[in-house]
């Protein structure tokens, strides 16, 4: 058994890994969203068990040549912008935040138990273009679901 190496203390796992990339500042975040043309469709619909399901979509259109949008980037940079936005968690959680507003508004009184998101980005004719399509599970407000209802005054 002399051919067999010896056994050795297992290494520890490393903690931190070094990633290179774009990112989106906050600023950027706030600009690209801030006159940004929103536009919903959807609606609630029940399936064969009862059960109250919101499907949409979301379509959010910025225009990369207003004029109090100042990106400094060329065209050519198109395409790290549609990589930095897909990588960025706070401009995603913009994007949802908006998606969710809407969801209550169009499914109200019914209210949400989850969403389950599909986002697409793209630049068509220097308009970054965001498509966000949900579907969300219902639950009708508790007052409604035991029978009980209270009139406001």
Known sequence: MDHLKPLQKPRTMPVFQRIDGVALTLAADELLLK????????????????????????????????????????????G??????????????????????????????????????????????RQFLVDINIECPLAMPLDEADGHHEDQV
Do not use: C, W
């Not at 910025?62 to 004029?67: A, F, G």
């Open 35 to 78: 006159n940004a043309a929103v536009v919903s469709e959807g609606q609630v619909e029940t399936d064969k068990d009862g059960a109250h399901v919101y499907y949409g979509t979301t379509f959010i259109s910025i225009d990369l040549k207003r004029k109090d949008l100042h990106l400094g980037i060329d065209q050519k940079d198109f």
């Open 80 to 125: 790290l912008l549609i990589e930095a936005a897909r990588r960025s968690i706070l401009f995603r959680v913009r994007l949802m935040r908006l998606v969710r507003l809407e969801t209550e508004r169009r499914s109200f009184p019914l209210l949400l138990r989850g969403m389950l998101v599909q986002t697409e980005f793209k630049i068509e004719d």
